[in-house]
């Protein structure tokens, strides 16, 4: 079996030319960041010189093999979404405060938050300059799934309202901020490949169902995690306030009667001080081992679930079985 990115595929042929196609994906990133002014240049080529998994191109790709997936067009697809995604990442870390992505200090830890948060608006406008050689309907597709970005993040930042479910509010933030852009990562990579509007309408839903559960995945990862592998510090979220499932079914958990005095001394200890090293990993410690973490990792599962099962109408054969095999190692990571 054979490993192209972080996904397995039974198909050598298949991995071939998702490995070739990558590779060109990777050449036209690398001149789409380049910039004649030197700053500018340094900071737009951190994140993609620290490399990454590049998920959302690779199913960019790959969906595309359901139609014609040796068009140009497609490899310029991917490098939109995943320009797109690598703006997301400046501005994330500069609002979540991360001191790290990828293994590599982040880019406002190297230049400041101005110099990040204008460095994402950058990438972004390169991103919107590709995408524009595909035609008005992908820019319409470009500018929607941006919205939805920037949605999310807004109502994960100012949480939910009052009455509203603050697990509904999540999940719909989690569909907005992650799910929004697998969506399109396939929907796009199925458009320029030709495929049928059938087609386009069920890989669009997987990307959608799959974001969630990878999200949810990350949840449990950043507690279960070992920074030293995967280049963020566990328990960052707790730290910075940032709402995660664990912590949220753990607040629902308090809010009823069936809350044990360790539920509410845990929750205690989440909102109290965590500036301190020795208190941040003994609050990790804590959460890893309550039932919430794996109530989470069960709800990834069960989402992975049912985007295989939006697969059915999909023909048998080795681009449907990556695509199983690609919602596998989302949430497998979670394990």
């Known amino acids: 079996m054979t490993s192209t990115a972080a996904i397995p595929l039974a198909d050598q042929a ?80 500069v609002m979540d405060s991360a001191p790290l992505r990828r293994g590599a200090p ?9 110099v990040a948060i204008l460095t994402g608006d950058l990438l972004f406008a390169r991103a919107s300059t590709t995408v524009a050689g ?23 930042t100012v949480g939910p309202r ?20 697998l969506a399109t990562s396939a929907r796009l990579g199925a458009m320029f490949a030709g495929c049928t509007p059938e087609v386009v309408s069920i890989v669009m839903e997987f990307g959608e169902r799959i974001g969630v559960a990878f999200q949810l995945a990350d949840d449990v990862i950043d507690l279960t995690s070992d920074g030293a ?38 929750l205690a200890r989440l909102d109290g001080d965590l500036s301190d090293d020795a208190a941040l990993d003994e609050a990790v410690a804590l959460l890893r081992a309550h039932a919430v973490l794996d109530e989470t990792r069960d709800q990834a599962v069960a989402l992975a679930h049912d985007a295989v099962r939006v697969l059915e109408p999909l023909p048998a054969g080795p681009v449907k079985d990556a695509l ?5 190692a989302l949430v497998d990571r979670a394990s």
Request: glycine share 6%; proline share 4%; with cysteine.
């Open 14 to 93: 298949l991995a071939d030319r998702l490995t070739a196609r990558l590779a060109l994906v990777e050449e036209a990133l690398r001149d789409a960041v380049g910039n004649a002014d030197a700053l500018a240049d340094s900071a737009s080529r951190h994140l993609v010189n620290a490399g990454g998994k590049r998920l959302r191109p690779l199913l960019t790709l790959l969906v595309a093999e359901l139609g014609d997936g040796a068009r140009r067009e497609v490899i310029d697809a991917a490098v939109v979404v995943e320009l797109t995604h690598l703006a997301t990442l400046y501005h994330d870390d």
């Open 106 to 114: 982040s880019a406002h830890e190297v230049w400041g938050n101005s």
């Open 134 to 156: 595909l035609g008005p309907e992908a820019v319409r597709i470009q500018a929607r799934t941006f919205e939805r970005l920037c949605l999310g993040q807004l109502h994960e």
């Open 162 to 181: 009052e009455g509203d479910d603050p697990v509904a509010h999540y999940l719909q933030v989690l569909a907005d901020k992650t799910a929004s852009l």
């Open 229 to 266: 592998l995967t280049g963020k510090t566990p328990g960052t979220d707790l730290r910075e306030r940032v709402p995660t499932m664990p912590v949220l079914l753990l607040r629902a958990r308090c809010a009823g009667p069936a809350a044990s005095d360790e539920d509410r001394a845990l």
């Open 324 to 328: 199983v095999s690609f919602a596998d």
